[in-house]
């Protein structure tokens, strides 16, 4: 059995971002901002210098710092901590379970530790007993 397991989880993601359109197709600019429409630290430069430039020039825009909004809705799959302390992700690998990446170890999706897979085969060898 995997420690710390933790079940596959719906999430949401909401994210804003601070747009200037030329018009219809034309392009123009966006910046990440938050629900108020104030941006978020630039990671460049070129980032900043765009924001400013749009900001200065609001006659070349015919949408002009709108905050349009983003939804982001996603699986956030299974995971828990191998007996050998490696993090696994549960996810459908081989018929429904997945292995470690560090020590091979087999788990089901819920976290449940396994045979090999190549123990799960029906052993031709036992038909000769019929
Ligand atoms: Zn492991």
Do not use: I
């Not at 359109?21 to 901002?33: A, Q, R, S």
Request: charged share 25%; hydrophobic share 30%.
């Amino acid at each position: 059995m995997l420690h710390n397991y933790v079940p596959a989880e719906r999430k949401t993601e909401v994210s804003y971002d601070l747009s200037f359109l030329y018009g219809e197709d034309h392009g123009g600019f966006c910046f990440p901002c938050d629900a108020t429409g104030k941006v978020l630290p630039f990671r460049y430069e070129e980032a900043e210098r765009n924001y400013e430039y749009c900001m200065a020039h609001p006659e070349e825009f015919e949408t002009f710092a709108e905050v349009m909004r983003f939804v982001n809705r996603y699986t956030e799959p299974a995971h828990g901590t191998c007996s050998c302390g490696e993090e696994v992700e549960l996810y459908d690998q081989y018929c429904g379970a997945c292995q470690c990446p560090k020590c091979g170890q087999w788990y089901n999706l819920f976290g449940q530790s396994l045979v090999p897979p190549e123990c799960w085969e029906h052993d031709p060898a036992e038909e000769e007993y019929w």
